[in-house]
């Protein structure tokens, strides 16, 4: 039995998953990640299959296990645990991630993202994991007009994607409460950085606009790109969720944003900037329904240790190279 805990990372192969890999291998975790590849990629965890990267040069300090997680994870971690011993902590991640997508198909949107929360929290209750971490979103609370917005703005999501977030935070409050099970919720709000795929239909317009711009071709703004958004750098989200897998709190319930927020105008004149200056940015009708301004409050991201540090010329230098 190894003496490394054991960290599972569900939607490890994913844009967010992969960085909160890299940063717990680094840790010294023994880290197991359990994604069905969906929009996940396998190159985005390469280096860590490389034996150079092994625990006493054979031992790998990365698990891959292909496991839908929308039906249970039991059967995908018993033979890593039979290996390697109990899994410790979980930061679960995987999800259908689109919300256009949960219209179209909100029955799979609940199969995935909160049946798969469910499977999450029953392996954690019937294993007696140590803590668990969950993704959730600003989706949760719908349009608010509000900023910043706090977490205790009553929640009112608008798609299935926001409803099954909501109601995977009350599962996770409820293990809590009745099976003892340690959990927090992150309310993300805009993540970018590298390794996220513009060619997702969730991809934010940061991955888009420097898609584009890259290519010295024209930006497109729905409406006078007066609306803001509170873009937050990958590197920081993870260094929350290390956070809030890694202490000993339960129950919490955080956003997860900058505190501040731009306009997606100044935005895309910064990308055309460090891009070389080659595209022009060009503007469409307004859509309907879009959230006109999103700002985090943060005072409880701070409670929890984290404040994001990363300045956002910064963050779009390193998503760009
Ligand atoms: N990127 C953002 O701005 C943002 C904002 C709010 C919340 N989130 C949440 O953060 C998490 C990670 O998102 P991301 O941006 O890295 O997206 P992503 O698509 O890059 O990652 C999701 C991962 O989950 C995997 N996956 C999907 N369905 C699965 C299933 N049924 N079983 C196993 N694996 C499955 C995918 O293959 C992928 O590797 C998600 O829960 C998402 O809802 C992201």
Known sequence: ?????????????????????????????RVVVLDDFRTGKRANLQRWLDPR?????????????????????????????????????????????????????????????YGGTLHVLEYARAMGVAKV???????????????????DTPTQPVSPYGIDKLAS???????????????????????YGPRQDPSSPYSGVISIFSDRAKA???????GDGSQTRDFIYVGDVVRALVAAVGDGNSR?????????????????????????????IAHAPARGGEILKSRARVDRLRELGVVAETKLVDGLRATLA
């Open 1 to 29: 039995m190894s003496s490394k805990p054991i960290a599972v990372v569900t939607g490890g192969a994913g844009f967010i998953g992969s960085h909160t890999v890299d940063r717990l291998v680094e840790l010294g975790h």
């Open 53 to 113: 990267h092994a625990f006493d040069g054979s031992d790998p300090a990365l698990e891959i296990a292909v496991c839908d997680v929308s039906h249970g994870i039991f059967a995908a971690l018993a033979p890593i645990t039979a290996k390697y011993g109990r899994v410790e902590r979980i930061v679960h991640l995987a999800a259908q991630v689109s919300v256009v997508a949960s219209v179209a198909n909100p029955l799979v949107d609940m199969a995935v993202n």
């Open 252 to 280: 919490l319930v955080a956003n997860v944003g900058t505190g501040g927020e731009i306009t997606v105008l100044e935005l895309a004149r910064t990308i055309v900037e460090l891009c070389g200056g080659r595209s022009t």
């Open 169 to 191: 935070e009350l599962a996770l409050d409820y293990y809590a409460v009745v099976h003892g099970v340690p959990t927090t919720a992150l309310r993300f709000f805009n993540v």
């Open 133 to 151: 971490a969950f993704a959730s979103s600003a989706a949760v609370y719908g349009d608010v007009e509000t900023m910043p917005v706090g977490e």
């Open 216 to 222: 010295g071709l024209p930006l497109l703004i729905f």
